[in-house]
């Protein structure tokens, strides 16, 4: 992995972050009517909409405007929650690293599910194990998140009572049962997902001809598994991981709130029911920069797997 | 061996045609149900889907109710069928305006390049930087729930894989000899365009757009669910699975057989565009 190309995609982040900040401005000049009446509600009087406009220095022109959004973010401020009176950016950081571990925990999950049964579907294409596996992730890709994490929770947590049925524990272990439900609903989507485009490449590979020049060699199939099939099934899976990172962003918005877990992802649908317009703009905020960081990671680790990555 | 002799009688082979999979038959045919019961819910549905029964709360499924009623005494089968309506409706909104913006951009910036292409190409690396359903959930946000600014908010962020797939064949296809004979025929850019290149490029983007139906029906349930999207008492699948949530010990049905519903319909998008992107695929 050449260092320039490493710098050259480092780079390319400012001008999406720089971006992303401006979506994000220009989100909430999106409101019918001005702000301050949409937080403070049709009670207030002329005055106090004028003051709030005076306070949030909505009475200066867009540009400024922008500035100093900009250079309050670069400050790390984000504004105040309207409804928990708290710095955004205390409550995101409370709040994220429980969205980080359901994510990492059904990225993981999916993983397992979905790589030996590519794998399995590959290798005996074409036959009733092949189509049973297709099958079955066809009708997953089309069952809804919620209607997953619904059912799950009714008959695994209510019915059978074999994992609680909301909550986050306590230590690293009580995170792993607590989030074994959400995990799992997110990680059914996610391996939904995964399943049939690693399929697909792992038929490229096992058909190509350098896998059949080894095979020619006199090398053994489990070398040939081992060394040709996945290890571009891992690139394949790094890839289609990073590309999918934000429905899995999506999902865990829906999945923490069935569950009623307090991660981002919750706290996202309570600020919007709570017309809370600085929660939304830090959350949405931070949810991009997150996908941005992941494509860069994503991008790097593919060139550090796949020697052509950094040519195209 | 019929070169070994009279090669001049030999009529050169038609390709045969394939006969579509029976995939896309299945899909066909539950497209054609959820469509009919979307035009005529009233054939099929035994009962009113918004008429409340005291007699009947919370009953289970039955001769008379088969999918149960819910809290209100309402028959869950004639509300899974009204839904249908309302999920069309979402499927076909959620996707008509991204379809046609993003492909007809798409044959644009990939046919004119440059500086176009660039500009279009930066705003669509912006909006894949948003996770789909937290910048549809976000705008809903701004201008407030219901269906019409759910398609607002859709069709701001989704355009951008229909823009992809077209650009990328608009590239391909326009070096392609038709393309350049319209050329020397003195055809008009736009005639070309939209002629002949057009036609050719958006094939892909119209397998996508099966795909993104199912997509666009789950988005739609999603924000229903979570109260953005259609709203009480609007028959509507994902709200009804919402509305089932907390009977889900007592009454499973009432949550079950919409997403049931949702489920199938779907199933049946994603037939209908693996069955065409088989169909159309250019034989080898």
């Known amino acids: ?51 709030t406009n005076r306070e949030l220095g909505l009475d200066r022109s867009l540009p400024v405007q922008f500035g100093v959004f900009v250079r309050n973010l670069l400050q790390g401020n984000l504004g105040d929650s309207i409804s928990l009176k708290i710095p955004v950016i205390r409550l995101i950081g409370e709040r994220l690293p429980t969205t980080l571990f359901l994510t990492a925990y059904a990225a993981v999950l999916g993983v397992l599910m979905a790589v030996p049964l590519a794998v399995l579907a590959a290798v005996r294409r074409n036959t009733w194990v092949d189509a049973l596996i297709r099958a079955v992730f066809q009708v997953g890709l089309s069952l809804p998140v919620f209607y997953v994490a619904l059912q799950l929770l009714s008959l695994l947590g209510a019915r059978l009572g074999w994992f609680p049925i909301g909550g986050y524990g306590e230590n690293f272990t009580g995170h792993l049962y607590h989030l074994f439900l959400p995990a799992l609903t997110l990680g059914l989507n996610l391996a939904a997902i995964l399943v049939r485009t690693l399929r697909n490449s792992i038929i490229e590979v096992l ?96 060139a550090r797997l796949d020697p052509r990555a950094e040519l195209t | 061996m019929t070169t070994m002799h009279s090669p001049v009688l030999e009529v050169p082979a038609r390709p045969r045609r394939r006969l579509p999979k029976p995939t896309l038959l299945i ?5 054609l149900l959820l469509i009919f019961a979307a035009l005529f819910p009233r054939v099929l549905a035994p009962f009113s889907p918004t008429d409340f029964d005291y007699e009947a709360l919370l009953k289970g499924p039955s001769a ?9 005494g309402r028959d869950v089968l004639s509300r899974v069928i009204y839904g249908t309506r309302t999920d069309m409706q979402i499927a076909i909104f959620t ?82 000899e038709y393309a350049q004979a319209g050329r020397v ?3 008009s850019p736009s005639r070309i365009l939209l002629r002949h290149l057009l036609p050719n490029a958006v094939t892909p983007a119209i397998v996508y757009l099966m795909t993104d139906m199912s997509l666009g029906i789950l988005l739609g349930a999603s924000l229903g669910y979570l109260g953005l999207g259609a709203q009480p008492p609007t028959p509507e699948w994902g709200v009804m699975v919402a509305d089932g949530k907390n009977f889900m010990a007592t009454a499973w049905w009432i949550s079950t057989f919409p997403g049931l519903a949702l489920t199938l319909a779907g199933v049946t998008f994603s037939l209908i565009g693996d069955g065409l992107a088989d169909a159309l695929r250019p034989r080898a």
Do not use: C
């Open chain 2, 185 to 187: 025929l003195g055809y």
């Open chain 2, 64 to 72: 008379k109710h088969p999918f149960g009623t819910d809290n209100f």
């Open chain 2, 95 to 176: 996707t008509l305006f991204p379809f046609i913006f993003g492909t007809l951009l798409g044959a644009l910036t990939g046919y004119l390049g440059r500086w176009s292409d660039a500009v279009v190409g930066r705003v669509a690396d912006l909006v894949v930087v948003f996770p789909f359903l937290v910048l549809v959930i976000a705008i809903v946000a701004v201008l407030g729930p219901g269906l019409t600014n759910m398609y607002i908010a859709v069709s701001a962020v989704g355009w951008v894989s229909y823009w992809r797939l077209t650009r990328g064949e608009v590239m391909s296809q326009k070096k392609a």
């Open chain 2, 27 to 31: 899909g066909l045919a539950l497209l």
């Open chain 1, 1 to 51: 992995m050449h260092a320039s190309y490493v710098i050259r995609r480092l780079l390319q982040i400012i001008p999406t972050f720089l971006a992303v900040m401006l979506v994000v401005f220009l989100l909430v000049r999106l409101l019918p009517g001005d702000p301050a009446s949409a937080i403070l509600g049709d009670r207030a009087t002329a005055e106090i909409v004028e003051r």
């Open chain 1, 207 to 302: 058909t190509a001809e350098y896998v059949d020049f080894a095979r020619a060699k006199g090398l053994r199939s489990r070398v040939i598994m081992t060394r040709h099939v996945l290890r571009n099934a891992l690139i394949a899976t790094v890839t289609l991981l990073g590309l999918n990172i934000g429905a899995l962003i999506g999902g865990a918005v829906i999945t923490e709130t069935v569950f009623a877990i307090p991660g981002v992802g919750r706290l996202m649908v309570d600020a919007i029911f709570g017309r809370d317009y600085p929660v939304i703009q830090g959350l949405t905020l931070t949810f991009a920069i997150i996908v941005s960081l992941v494509f860069l990671i994503t991008d790097l680790i593919h």
